[in-house]
Nanobody, 125 residues
Framework: QVQLVESGGGLVQAGGSLRLSCAASGRTWRTYAMGWFRQAPGKEREFVTAITWSGDRIYYADSVKGRITISRDNAKNTVYLQMNSLKPEDTAVYYC??????????????????WGQGIQVTVSS
């Protein structure tokens, strides 16, 4: 099993920045890549970004390109989500996810095998 724990969420004003962290533990050698999804109230969980542990592949949703950066620290088994120029529509619960293979689209939740418990990000206007 792989455990994922998110941290760094909270309340921020529009235009501000926030950095989320996701620490992976357990059988992390099984994981190939890490991603972030988010779910706003009343909406489906949507893809935000993903990165392979090697760093050779990075994907972003169009809605966050230019404002959000994903990075990883392999020594710490941790991925980061740096969010800048935040907007009220970025308000959501953010979930860290891990996938163990390359089968399936990067952009759908079904391609990811492990999930964190989620962390709230609220952007006030």
């Amino acid at each position: 099993q792989v455990q994922l724990v998110e941290s760094g969420g909270g309340l921020v004003q529009a235009g501000g920045s926030l950095r989320l962290s996701c620490a992976a533990s357990g059988r992390t050698w099984r994981t190939y890549a890490m991603g972030w999804f988010r779910q706003a109230p009343g909406k489906e969980r949507e893809f935000v970004t993903a990165i392979t542990w090697s760093g050779d592949r990075i994907y972003y949703a169009d809605s966050v390109k230019g404002r959000i950066t994903i990075s990883r620290d392999n020594a710490k088994n941790t991925v980061y989500l740096q969010m800048n120029s935040l907007k009220p529509e970025d308000t959501a619960v953010y979930y860290c996810a891990a996938r163990t293979n390359t089968v399936g689209s990067w952009y759908i939740r079904g391609s990811y095998d492990y999930w964190g418990q989620g962390i709230q990000v609220t952007v006030s206007s």
